[in-house]
């Protein structure tokens, strides 16, 4: 006896274009049955949605509720698509898998007792699925390819189109990579420039209070023009960097005096909010950084954001300890305003338009983090943010961003 499957074909639009079928000789499978159960020593079943055994690798058995143990399982076993069981019988413990084919509308049975499923275990865990699955493929392969044949040309039309669309939107996303990129360096000219030209200004005003303050301010204000045109410099060799006609120059450098450093540059916004500075980092620390980089687009823009969420008169904590793996871990630590998760989630996302407002109305930019974020990687460190916002927390408010840097 042979068994037909037919399929009726139709194109995208629905239309119906013509039939196909395969047929499956009752005997062969019979025989393709027996032979798997013997060679793995397991039991094969085909049967009806009432459990009726329609073929076997064993014929001993008419329906599944006449196997012993198999019998107190037989309707969760034929009911869906089938699943993973087991039973015991003889005082041992069987396995079952059970598939439903859809194109046969039987069920395929799959039994193995438990020693059997030992000894075959290096090879045979999940054997049982894939002979499933290529019985199951196997009645339906001929299907495939003729369904495949009609189509072909539409599916060359169709990877025709879509190459096109995938081209034109890589281009369209290098667009807006390289308008980012520009709106990144633009951040540091205006940003970070900020700094040091603001160190620069109030030493002239102190100078122009007090004249004889010029010997005491004049190392100042070199260091502030040094960092000025660093900043400058450090744009250049970003640009160069991106084109990768440069390596960014890194060198181990103590950490307490960069921070100094850092510290002297913010100095009037710190005196503009009151805010208290909390140093504790070992004099011996050294940290792989490349210096103006560090220095006024890293430190700047993490103290920036430390004074710009937080109250007048509170304290920013700075602290730096090497941890377990031998490297440096900076923490700067504030009792501010915090960031919610929505903020937070997409601080170093340069699409995320991470910007708001500071407790004073400080304005910003939205591209401190980010710009942190890939210098830091560019030294082959990490950055760590943990936020706590003062909605959710009115008590114990406030943020850490933890750097960690290779010594």
Same mark, same amino acid.
Request: charged share 25%.
């Given at each position: 006896?042979?068994?037909?499957?037919?399929?009726?074909?139709?194109?995208?639009?629905?239309?119906?274009?013509?039939?196909?079928?395969?047929?499956?000789?009752?005997?062969?499978?019979?025989?393709?049955?027996?032979?798997?159960?013997?060679?793995?020593?397991?039991?094969?079943?085909?049967?009806?949605?009432?459990?009726?055994?329609?073929?076997?690798?064993?014929?001993?058995?008419?329906?599944?509720?006449?196997?012993?143990?198999?019998?107190?399982?037989?309707?969760?076993?034929?009911?869906?698509?089938?699943?993973?069981?087991?039973?015991?019988?003889?005082?041992?413990?069987?396995?079952?898998?059970?598939?439903?084919?859809?194109?046969?509308?039987?069920?395929?049975?799959?039994?193995?007792?438990?020693?059997?499923?030992?000894?075959?275990?290096?090879?045979?865990?999940? @054997?049982? !699925?894939?002979?499933?699955? #290529?019985?199951? *493929?196997?009645?339906?392969?001929? %299907?495939?390819?003729?369904? =495949? +044949?009609?189509?072909?040309?539409?599916?060359?039309?169709?990877?025709?189109?879509?190459?096109?669309?995938?081209?034109?939107?890589?281009?369209?996303?290098?667009?807006?990579?390289?308008?980012?990129?520009?709106?990144?360096?633009?951040?540091?000219?205006?940003?970070?420039?900020?700094?040091?030209?603001?160190?620069?200004?109030?030493?002239?005003?102190?100078?122009?209070?007090?004249?004889?303050?010029?010997?005491?301010?004049?190392?100042?204000?070199?260091?502030?023009?040094?960092?000025?045109?660093?900043?400058?410099?450090?744009?250049?060799?970003?640009?160069?960097?991106?084109?990768?006609?440069?390596? @960014?120059? !890194?060198?181990?450098?103590? #950490?307490?005096? *960069?921070?100094?450093?850092?510290? %002297?540059?913010?100095?009037? =916004? +710190?005196?503009?909010?009151?805010?208290?500075?909390?140093?504790?980092?070992?004099?011996?620390?050294?940290?792989?950084?490349?210096?103006?980089?560090?220095?006024?687009?890293?430190?700047?823009?993490?103290?920036?954001?430390?004074?710009?969420?937080?109250?007048?008169?509170?304290?920013?904590?700075?602290?730096?300890?090497?941890?377990?793996?031998?490297?440096?871990?900076?923490?700067?630590?504030?009792?501010?305003?915090?960031?919610?998760?929505?903020?937070?989630?997409?601080?170093?996302?340069?699409?995320?338009?991470?910007?708001?407002?500071?407790?004073?109305?400080?304005?910003?930019?939205?591209?401190?983090?980010? !710009?942190?974020?890939?210098?830091?990687?560019?030294?082959?460190?990490?950055?760590?943010?943990?936020?706590?916002?003062?909605?959710?927390?009115?008590?114990?408010?406030?943020?850490?961003?933890?750097?960690?840097?290779?010594?």
């Amino acid at each position: 006896m042979t068994i037909f499957i037919n399929y009726k074909v139709f194109d995208y639009d629905s239309n119906y274009i013509g039939a196909t079928g395969v047929g499956l000789e009752v005997g062969a499978l019979r025989n393709l049955m027996k032979q798997y159960g013997e060679k793995y020593q397991r039991n094969v079943y085909l049967t009806d949605r009432k459990g009726r055994i329609v073929l076997s690798s064993n014929s001993a058995y008419a329906d599944i509720a006449d196997i012993e143990g198999m019998n107190a399982i037989a309707d969760q076993v034929i009911s869906g698509d089938g699943g993973a069981f087991d039973y015991r019988a003889d005082g041992q413990r069987v396995f079952l898998n059970s598939r439903f084919v859809k194109e046969l509308d039987w069920y395929l049975l799959v039994a193995e007792r438990e020693g059997a499923a030992t000894k075959l275990l290096s090879r045979g865990l999940f @054997l049982n !699925l894939i002979i499933c699955g #290529l019985i199951t *493929l196997g009645v339906v392969g001929v %299907t495939a390819v003729t369904i =495949t +044949l009609y189509e072909r040309a539409s599916k060359e039309q169709e990877e025709t189109i879509t190459n096109q669309h995938e081209q034109l939107k890589l281009k369209n996303e290098q667009l807006a990579e390289a308008a980012q990129k520009k709106n990144l360096l633009l951040h540091i000219l205006c940003h970070d420039l900020a700094n040091p030209f603001g160190a620069l200004i109030s030493s002239l005003n102190l100078l122009e209070d007090d004249p004889d303050l010029l010997a005491d301010l004049l190392p100042e204000i070199k260091k502030s023009l040094s960092n000025g045109m660093g900043t400058i410099e450090l744009v250049r060799e970003m640009r160069a960097l991106e084109e990768g006609k440069i390596d @960014l120059p !890194l060198r181990s450098v103590l #950490l307490e005096p *960069l921070i100094q450093e850092s510290l %002297t540059m913010l100095r009037s =916004t +710190l005196e503009a909010k009151g805010i208290e500075i909390k140093l504790r980092v070992a004099r011996e620390l050294s940290v792989l950084v490349e210096h103006v980089s560090f220095t006024n687009s890293v430190l700047n823009n993490l103290l920036t954001n430390a004074v710009k969420f937080s109250e007048k008169g509170a304290e920013v904590r700075i602290h730096a300890e090497k941890n377990s793996s031998g490297q440096v871990e900076l923490t700067i630590a504030d009792d501010g305003i915090g960031m919610p998760d929505s903020i937070l989630s997409a601080l170093f996302n340069l699409k995320g338009n991470v910007n708001r407002a500071g407790t004073n109305g400080e304005l910003g930019t939205g591209f401190g983090m980010p !710009l942190v974020e890939q210098i830091v990687k560019m030294y082959g460190g990490r950055i760590k943010v943990n936020s706590r916002d003062v909605s959710e927390f009115p008590q114990g408010h406030g943020t850490d961003v933890v750097l960690i840097l290779n010594p």
